[in-house]
T-cell receptor, first 117, second 111 residues
């Protein structure tokens, strides 16, 4: 099992350019998440998808859109990149709280480093 | 005030030392507490998961929760160079709620 995979690993954009970050999981998880990680700020939730067909805003959704393409894939789109979006982006997945498990562990991908000039 | 706070470090200790990592939080509704370990240029991975107050031990790692003080700790015994990483505390109110992460503490264990 590959777990959670993300592409690309690294990207440089100019202000105003658009791009899509891809995420896929092979654990048959229901829930998927996009976080950004900045120094001193910890992980902040951008968007999440509790189950296939649903998406909801997290703590910092402005400037981003998401698509839950199917159960495996959850993409994050920056329509017009800004320097403030320079960050490391992590995708994560979990079984989902409705699975009945108490622990509800989130599994993270390796991250995408994004630099916006 | 941030909802979850951690001393960012860096914390540097000699191999074999006992390490204490701590988080404080402001929301008394948190019930589920986690510690994630993140190696450099990797994604976080779950290390410990505890519910409500008390202690939980797993090998060299002990997680402690004191809800009355809104304080959680992770102890690492006999620390090893392979423990060098950033440790993120995390918590949530219910299993249906979003996870709130602390900013992380960077730990270096020197051989």
């Amino acid at each position: 099992n590959a777990g959670v995979t993300q592409t690309p690993k690294f990207q440089v954009l100019k202000t105003g350019q658009s791009m899509t970050l891809q995420c896929a999981q092979d654990m048959n998880h229901n829930s998927m998440y996009w976080y950004r990680q900045d120094p001193g700020m910890g992980l902040r939730l951008i968007y999440y998808s509790a189950s296939e067909g649903t998406t909801d805003k997290g703590e910092v959704p402005n400037g981003y859109n998401v698509s839950r393409l199917n159960k495996r894939e959850f993409s994050l789109r920056l329509e017009s990149a800004a320097p403030s979006q320079t960050s490391v982006y992590f995708c994560a997945s979990s079984e989902g709280p409705w699975s009945g498990g108490v622990q509800e562990t989130q599994y993270f991908g390796p991250g995408t480093r994004l630099l916006v000039l | 005030q941030k909802e979850v706070e951690q001393d960012p470090g860096p914390l540097s200790v000699p191999e074999g030392a006992i390490v204490s990592l701590n988080c404080t939080y402001s929301n008394s509704a948190f019930q589920y507490f986690m510690w994630y370990r993140q190696y450099s240029r990797k994604g976080p991975e779950l290390l410990m998961y505890t519910y409500s107050s008390g202690n939980k031990e797993d090998g060299r790692f002990t997680a402690q929760v004191d809800k009355s003080s809104k304080y959680i700790s992770l102890f690492i015994r006999d620390s090893q160079p392979s423990d060098s990483a950033t440790y993120l505390c995390a918590m949530r109110k219910t299993s249906y709620d979003k996870v709130i992460f602390g900013p992380g503490t960077s730990l270096s264990v020197i051989p």
